[in-house]
């Protein structure tokens, strides 16, 4: 398997995954720089329910490169998620990513009804505090 198909196949049952779980995404593989003189950070990205993924593709038992591992190291630094994907750990990550996104949502939704639900003003006051508002349920910095 070579890294253009592997990432084909990861796309694809990530997707399915998603599919089944009802869980939106935007997956977007960064073009390959080739003789365009650039360091491509990474293979490609997924925005998940919120979380922020950055995803290196590599087969053959290769390593990933110093200014892979740098800018892999800053998303990880920014609350994101780093993963180096090959052909043997593949389906484990994408239910990884599912698991992560299930999450998340859960997350979300208890927040939401905290926010609903937040009848002595207690989250307002903390957010006031802040320097926001809370305009329709959602925290505005305006």
């Known amino acids: 398997m070579n890294e253009r198909e592997l990432t084909a196949i990861f796309k694809k049952l990530l997707f399915q995954k998603c599919q089944e779980q009802k869980i939106l995404a935007f997956y977007y593989k960064i073009p390959d720089t080739a003789g365009l003189g650039g ?48 052909e043997t750990n593949y389906k484990i990550l994408i239910d990884k990513i599912i698991k992560i996104a299930i999450i998340t949502r859960n997350l979300y939704q208890q927040v939401k009804e905290y926010i609903k639900d937040d009848k002595d003003g207690l989250l307002s006051k903390i957010i006031k505090q802040k320097g926001g508002e809370i305009n329709g349920g959602q925290k505005s910095d305006a």
């Open 39 to 86: 360091l491509k950070p990474f293979d490609s990205f997924l925005l998940i329910n919120g979380k922020f993924l950055a995803i290196e593709f590599k087969v053959n038992d290769r390593k990933l490169e110093k200014h892979q591992e740098y800018y892999l190291n800053i998303i990880k630094s920014c609350g994101g998620i780093s993963l180096m994907v090959n």
